[in-house]
Protein backbone atom coordinates (compact mmCIF):
# COMPACT_ATOMS: atom_id res chain seq x y z
CA UNK A 1 0.00 0.00 0.00
CA UNK A 2 2.96 2.71 0.69
CA UNK A 3 4.75 1.52 -2.62
CA UNK A 4 1.47 2.45 -4.41
CA UNK A 5 0.88 5.58 -2.42
CA UNK A 6 4.22 6.63 -3.38
CA UNK A 7 3.58 5.97 -6.79
CA UNK A 8 0.58 7.86 -6.66
CA UNK A 9 2.23 11.13 -5.18
CA UNK A 10 4.95 11.08 -8.05
CA UNK A 11 2.55 10.36 -10.95
CA UNK A 12 0.28 13.31 -9.98
CA UNK A 13 2.44 16.17 -10.28
CA UNK A 14 3.81 14.44 -13.43
CA UNK A 15 0.27 14.25 -15.27
CA UNK A 16 -0.62 17.80 -14.02
CA UNK A 17 2.51 19.33 -15.71
CA UNK A 18 1.41 17.10 -19.09
CA UNK A 19 -1.74 18.57 -18.44
CA UNK A 20 -0.81 22.36 -18.04
CA UNK A 21 1.63 21.92 -21.23
CA UNK A 22 -0.72 20.71 -23.25
CA UNK A 23 -4.03 22.42 -21.96
CA UNK A 24 -5.67 24.96 -24.12
CA UNK A 25 -6.50 28.58 -22.98
CA UNK A 26 -9.06 30.57 -24.57
CA UNK A 27 -8.17 34.31 -23.25
CA UNK A 28 -10.37 37.20 -22.30
CA UNK A 29 -9.59 40.50 -23.15
CA UNK A 30 -11.33 43.82 -22.03
CA UNK A 31 -10.94 47.35 -22.34
CA UNK A 32 -10.21 49.88 -19.32
CA UNK A 33 -13.61 50.93 -17.80
CA UNK A 34 -15.11 54.35 -18.54
CA UNK A 35 -15.61 56.60 -15.80
CA UNK A 36 -19.29 56.43 -14.83
CA UNK A 37 -20.49 59.70 -16.47
CA UNK A 38 -19.25 58.60 -19.60
CA UNK A 39 -21.22 57.10 -22.58
CA UNK A 40 -20.39 52.99 -22.41
CA UNK A 41 -17.35 51.83 -25.25
CA UNK A 42 -15.92 48.47 -26.79
CA UNK A 43 -13.69 47.32 -28.85
CA UNK A 44 -15.43 46.08 -32.46
CA UNK A 45 -12.66 43.37 -33.75
CA UNK A 46 -13.27 41.50 -36.74
CA UNK A 47 -11.50 38.02 -38.17
CA UNK A 48 -10.59 37.75 -41.96
CA UNK A 49 -10.10 34.20 -41.68
CA UNK A 50 -10.50 33.11 -45.84
CA UNK A 51 -13.06 33.68 -48.08
CA UNK A 52 -14.46 37.00 -49.30
CA UNK A 53 -15.63 40.45 -47.48
CA UNK A 54 -18.79 41.14 -45.79
CA UNK A 55 -19.48 44.41 -47.44
CA UNK A 56 -23.34 44.51 -45.16
CA UNK A 57 -20.41 45.06 -42.42
CA UNK A 58 -17.90 47.06 -44.50
CA UNK A 59 -19.97 49.35 -45.64
CA UNK A 60 -21.85 50.20 -42.54
CA UNK A 61 -18.74 51.19 -41.12
CA UNK A 62 -17.30 53.00 -43.40
CA UNK A 63 -20.33 55.25 -43.86
CA UNK A 64 -21.02 55.50 -40.23
CA UNK A 65 -17.21 56.14 -39.48
CA UNK A 66 -17.32 53.09 -37.12
CA UNK A 67 -13.94 52.44 -36.15
CA UNK A 68 -12.75 48.61 -36.31
CA UNK A 69 -9.43 45.84 -35.61
CA UNK A 70 -9.46 43.77 -38.62
CA UNK A 71 -7.95 40.46 -38.51
CA UNK A 72 -6.30 39.61 -41.38
CA UNK A 73 -5.13 35.83 -42.65
CA UNK A 74 -2.20 36.30 -45.34
CA UNK A 75 -4.31 34.04 -47.43
CA UNK A 76 -7.23 36.10 -47.29
CA UNK A 77 -5.00 39.34 -48.37
CA UNK A 78 -4.44 37.74 -51.09
CA UNK A 79 -7.63 37.06 -52.19
CA UNK A 80 -9.30 40.53 -50.90
CA UNK A 81 -7.16 43.40 -52.85
CA UNK A 82 -10.73 45.30 -52.84
CA UNK A 83 -11.29 45.22 -49.12
CA UNK A 84 -7.63 45.95 -48.43
CA UNK A 85 -7.64 49.30 -50.46
CA UNK A 86 -10.77 50.09 -48.44
CA UNK A 87 -8.88 49.98 -45.07
CA UNK A 88 -5.87 51.66 -46.66
CA UNK A 89 -8.05 54.53 -47.56
CA UNK A 90 -9.53 54.77 -44.27
CA UNK A 91 -6.88 54.58 -41.31
CA UNK A 92 -8.27 56.53 -39.39
CA UNK A 93 -11.11 53.98 -39.29
CA UNK A 94 -9.38 50.29 -39.49
CA UNK A 95 -6.07 48.98 -37.82
CA UNK A 96 -5.17 45.60 -39.52
CA UNK A 97 -3.45 43.19 -37.52
CA UNK A 98 -2.57 39.71 -37.50
CA UNK A 99 -4.72 36.73 -37.85
CA UNK A 100 -1.89 34.36 -39.04
CA UNK A 101 -0.77 33.57 -42.50
CA UNK A 102 -2.98 30.25 -43.39
CA UNK A 103 -5.33 29.88 -40.27
CA UNK A 104 -3.72 27.29 -38.28
CA UNK A 105 -4.26 27.48 -34.66
CA UNK A 106 -1.33 28.51 -32.93
CA UNK A 107 -1.13 25.61 -30.71
CA UNK A 108 2.33 23.98 -30.43
CA UNK A 109 1.17 20.17 -29.63
CA UNK A 110 -0.36 18.15 -32.65
CA UNK A 111 -4.17 19.05 -31.82
CA UNK A 112 -7.52 19.15 -33.42
CA UNK A 113 -9.64 22.01 -33.17
CA UNK A 114 -13.40 22.49 -34.46
CA UNK A 115 -11.74 20.01 -37.16
CA UNK A 116 -8.83 21.84 -38.29
CA UNK A 117 -4.88 20.99 -37.60
CA UNK A 118 -3.33 23.42 -34.86
CA UNK A 119 0.15 24.02 -36.04
CA UNK A 120 1.82 21.47 -33.85
CA UNK A 121 5.32 22.89 -32.99
CA UNK A 122 6.82 25.88 -32.02
CA UNK A 123 8.57 26.22 -35.32
CA UNK A 124 5.22 25.97 -36.96
CA UNK A 125 3.64 28.66 -34.75
CA UNK A 126 6.60 30.48 -35.31
CA UNK A 127 5.96 30.12 -39.31
CA UNK A 128 2.19 31.30 -38.80
CA UNK A 129 2.72 34.24 -37.02
CA UNK A 130 5.72 35.95 -38.74
CA UNK A 131 4.06 35.19 -42.11
CA UNK A 132 0.91 36.46 -41.12
CA UNK A 133 2.75 39.60 -39.99
CA UNK A 134 4.81 39.85 -43.03
CA UNK A 135 1.44 40.15 -45.26
CA UNK A 136 0.43 42.58 -43.53
CA UNK A 137 4.32 44.64 -43.83
CA UNK A 138 4.36 43.78 -47.40
CA UNK A 139 1.30 46.06 -47.66
CA UNK A 140 2.76 48.75 -45.68
CA UNK A 141 1.33 48.40 -42.11
CA UNK A 142 2.63 47.25 -39.33
CA UNK A 143 0.93 44.35 -36.84
CA UNK A 144 0.79 44.76 -33.28
CA UNK A 145 -1.25 42.70 -31.94
CA UNK A 146 -1.92 38.63 -33.04
CA UNK A 147 -5.02 36.14 -32.91
CA UNK A 148 -4.82 32.87 -33.59
CA UNK A 149 -7.30 30.63 -35.72
CA UNK A 150 -10.01 29.38 -33.37
CA UNK A 151 -8.54 31.41 -30.62
CA UNK A 152 -7.15 28.74 -29.03
CA UNK A 153 -3.75 28.76 -27.46
CA UNK A 154 -1.39 27.38 -24.82
CA UNK A 155 0.47 29.34 -22.56
CA UNK A 156 3.41 28.24 -24.17
CA UNK A 157 2.56 29.27 -27.44
CA UNK A 158 1.38 32.66 -25.82
CA UNK A 159 4.42 33.19 -24.35
CA UNK A 160 5.87 32.52 -27.65
CA UNK A 161 4.29 35.02 -29.59
CA UNK A 162 4.69 37.67 -26.84
CA UNK A 163 8.65 37.31 -27.87
CA UNK A 164 8.01 37.74 -31.22
CA UNK A 165 6.76 40.97 -30.14
CA UNK A 166 2.80 40.84 -30.40
CA UNK A 167 0.24 41.42 -27.72
CA UNK A 168 -2.56 38.35 -28.06
CA UNK A 169 -6.03 39.65 -28.76
CA UNK A 170 -8.77 37.82 -27.04
CA UNK A 171 -12.46 38.62 -26.60
CA UNK A 172 -15.03 39.48 -24.01
CA UNK A 173 -18.18 39.05 -26.35
CA UNK A 174 -18.51 36.25 -29.23
CA UNK A 175 -20.96 38.27 -31.52
CA UNK A 176 -21.64 36.26 -34.50
CA UNK A 177 -20.70 32.82 -33.21
CA UNK A 178 -17.97 32.01 -35.25
CA UNK A 179 -20.57 33.51 -38.38
CA UNK A 180 -22.82 30.59 -37.48
CA UNK A 181 -25.80 32.61 -35.68
CA UNK A 182 -28.79 33.34 -37.68
CA UNK A 183 -29.24 37.48 -37.77
CA UNK A 184 -31.36 38.13 -34.70
CA UNK A 185 -29.11 35.91 -32.31
CA UNK A 186 -26.27 37.46 -33.74
CA UNK A 187 -27.77 40.93 -33.49
CA UNK A 188 -28.69 39.93 -29.76
CA UNK A 189 -25.53 39.37 -29.10
CA UNK A 190 -23.87 42.71 -29.93
CA UNK A 191 -26.63 44.20 -27.66
CA UNK A 192 -25.58 42.81 -24.74
CA UNK A 193 -22.24 44.54 -24.96
CA UNK A 194 -21.50 46.36 -22.03
CA UNK A 195 -18.99 49.15 -21.68
CA UNK A 196 -15.21 48.01 -22.22
CA UNK A 197 -15.87 45.12 -24.27
CA UNK A 198 -14.23 43.26 -26.62
CA UNK A 199 -16.48 42.26 -29.37
CA UNK A 200 -15.42 39.25 -31.84
CA UNK A 201 -16.92 38.90 -35.06
CA UNK A 202 -16.42 37.59 -38.92
CA UNK A 203 -16.41 40.35 -41.95
CA UNK A 204 -15.60 37.19 -44.34
CA UNK A 205 -18.89 35.73 -44.89
CA UNK A 206 -20.83 37.46 -47.18
CA UNK A 207 -23.63 34.67 -47.63
CA UNK A 208 -24.09 33.86 -44.25
CA UNK A 209 -27.11 35.44 -42.23
CA UNK A 210 -24.97 36.62 -39.21
CA UNK A 211 -23.69 39.72 -41.02
CA UNK A 212 -26.98 41.28 -41.57
CA UNK A 213 -27.19 40.65 -37.78
CA UNK A 214 -23.79 42.25 -37.04
CA UNK A 215 -24.61 44.86 -38.83
CA UNK A 216 -28.02 45.88 -37.09
CA UNK A 217 -26.27 45.36 -34.20
CA UNK A 218 -23.81 47.55 -34.22
CA UNK A 219 -26.07 50.30 -35.31
CA UNK A 220 -28.31 49.50 -31.99
CA UNK A 221 -25.32 50.38 -30.23
CA UNK A 222 -24.35 53.22 -31.68
CA UNK A 223 -28.19 54.55 -31.58
CA UNK A 224 -27.92 53.76 -27.91
CA UNK A 225 -24.88 56.48 -27.57
CA UNK A 226 -22.29 53.47 -27.35
CA UNK A 227 -18.11 54.97 -28.40
CA UNK A 228 -16.22 52.34 -30.24
CA UNK A 229 -12.17 51.84 -30.30
CA UNK A 230 -9.78 50.27 -31.73
CA UNK A 231 -7.57 48.39 -29.69
CA UNK A 232 -4.18 50.43 -30.35
CA UNK A 233 -5.86 52.95 -29.29
CA UNK A 234 -6.89 51.63 -25.65
CA UNK A 235 -5.99 50.19 -22.89
CA UNK A 236 -6.61 46.71 -22.09
CA UNK A 237 -6.26 43.97 -19.66
CA UNK A 238 -5.88 40.37 -21.22
CA UNK A 239 -5.91 37.11 -18.84
CA UNK A 240 -3.31 34.54 -19.55
CA UNK A 241 -0.80 36.91 -19.82
CA UNK A 242 -1.71 37.76 -23.12
CA UNK A 243 -0.83 42.06 -22.66
CA UNK A 244 0.58 42.65 -19.72
ZN1 LIG B 1 -10.38 33.03 -38.16
Known sequence: MKILLTALLIAVPAGNAAFAATRLVEPQLRLERQEKSAPPRVALTFDACSGKTDDRILSMLVDNRIPATIFVTARWVKRNAAAMAVFKAHPDLFEIENHGAMHVPAVDHPASIYGIAAAGSPQAVETEVASGAAAIVAQGLQPHWFRGATAKYTLSSIGQIRQMGFRIAGYSVNGDGG????????????????????????????????????????????????TFVRLNDAIEDGSDETTN
Open 179 to 226: SLLGATAAEKRFSSARDGDVIIAHINQPTHAAGSGVAKGIMALKAKGY
